[in-house]
């Protein structure tokens, strides 16, 4: 597969549910770049500007869909999209229906008018 | 006038108040969220106290902009974006005048809308930057109006951050991060910064 234009990146307060959303997303999407982060610097529940960052970058795509579990892994989220390049969507879906829904379609080859349009109806907060 | 010895002073006065209050801060988070303002905020704070001890700045513009990341990168909760996207609006509205000290707080209040988009009312921070917002521009900036606006909180219901996933059950507690906005015009207060 050449290089994927889209992205998927996790943001929760929690590394096992980050980290677990991401191996189910794999399952149905093992060609996307999908990263994460999950909790503070030290690993204790919240969120990180450094790993969020991070994860960003470290994202092989160039645009990225970008969901988050609750308040400040929005916050920081927003933080992270002003000072970086890449182009972000910051998605208010339920975070498990709602990256399963763009990971599944970015690895069918859907075009982003396509993945917004499935993911706008899972708006949840 | 903010100069960069009173807002020193000022952001020291208030971590200082935070390491005191660390525990009651998380306590009240307890009731009504997740149990960790107190320490999200005494952990950035003291990084934040740490920067500025350390640096030499040449203006409050700078000052209010590091304050800004190192609490945006080291909070670890809501409070760390809010309270980082207020000390950053703050920095820019420094650069175009420290006389004015209202107009900086009002730069500040605004940063927290953007980045929080709740309103006065909905039982967060937002209500008491707004109260001590109104009390600079009246002159009546005491530690009982900030007082009030703290305990006004109390009778609201939750309808921004976590407590508002609480809703009814939400009033009758505190809003922490009021609490903790509350120890920042405190600070204030004490630094004489406002004449
Ligand atoms: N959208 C918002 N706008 C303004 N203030 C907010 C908002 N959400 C939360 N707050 C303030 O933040 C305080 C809580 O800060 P704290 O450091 O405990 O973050 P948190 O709620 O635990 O973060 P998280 O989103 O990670 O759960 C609340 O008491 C409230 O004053
Ligand atoms: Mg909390």
Same mark, same amino acid.
């Given at each position: ?125 | 006038?903010?100069?960069? *010895? +009173? @807002?020193?002073?000022?952001? $020291?006065?208030?971590?200082? /108040?935070?390491?005191?209050? %660390? ?29 500025? *001890? +350390? @640096?030499?700045?040449?203006? $409050?513009?700078?000052?209010? /902009?590091?304050?800004?990341? %190192? ?125």
């Amino acid at each position: 597969m050449t290089q994927a234009h889209f992205g998927v990146v996790i943001v929760s307060h929690v590394p096992e549910l980050a980290k677990g959303l991401v191996a189910l997303l794999k399952e149905s999407a093992k060609d996307v770049p999908i990263t994460y982060s999950g909790g503070t610097d030290d690993g204790d529940i919240g969120s990180s500007f450094t790993n969020i960052s991070q994860a960003i970058e470290e994202n092989t795509a160039d645009e990225i869909f970008a969901f988050y579990d609750l308040g400040s892994a929005k916050m920081t989220l927003e933080m992270v999209m002003e000072m970086t390049d890449k182009q972000i969507h910051l998605m208010d879906t339920a975070l498990v229906e709602g990256a399963f829904t763009a990971a599944a379609l970015l690895q069918g080859g859907a075009p982003l008018e396509r993945i917004m349009q499935q993911l706008k109806p899972l708006t949840v907060k | 006038m903010l100069t960069v *010895e +009173n @807002t020193t002073t000022w952001l $020291v006065t208030f971590t200082d /108040k935070i390491t005191q209050q %660390t525990a009651y801060l998380s306590e009240l988070d307890q009731a009504i969220g997740d149990g960790d303002h107190g320490s999200n905020m005494a952990r950035g704070t003291t990084a934040m106290k740490a920067k500025l *001890e +350390n @640096t030499a700045f040449t203006s $409050v513009s700078e000052l209010f /902009k590091v304050a800004a990341m %190192t609490l945006i990168s080291t909070v670890g909760g809501a409070s760390g974006p809010l309270y980082g996207s207020a000390f950053l609006a703050m920095s820019k509205q420094a650069e175009a005048s420290t006389e004015d000290v209202p107009a900086i707080i009002k730069a500040g209040l605004e940063g927290i809308q953007k980045r929080g988009k709740a309103e006065r009312g909905e039982k967060t921070m937002v209500d008491v930057w707004a109260a001590a917002l109104d009390a600079l521009d009246t002159n009546t900036l005491t530690h009982h109006t900030i007082e009030e606006a703290v305990h006004e909180t109390k009778h609201i219901q939750a309808t921004k951050g976590r407590a508002a996933y609480l809703a009814d059950r939400s009033v009758g507690h505190l809003d922490p991060g009021a609490v903790s906005t509350g120890y920042l015009f405190e600070a204030m207060l004490e630094g004489d910064i406002i004449q």
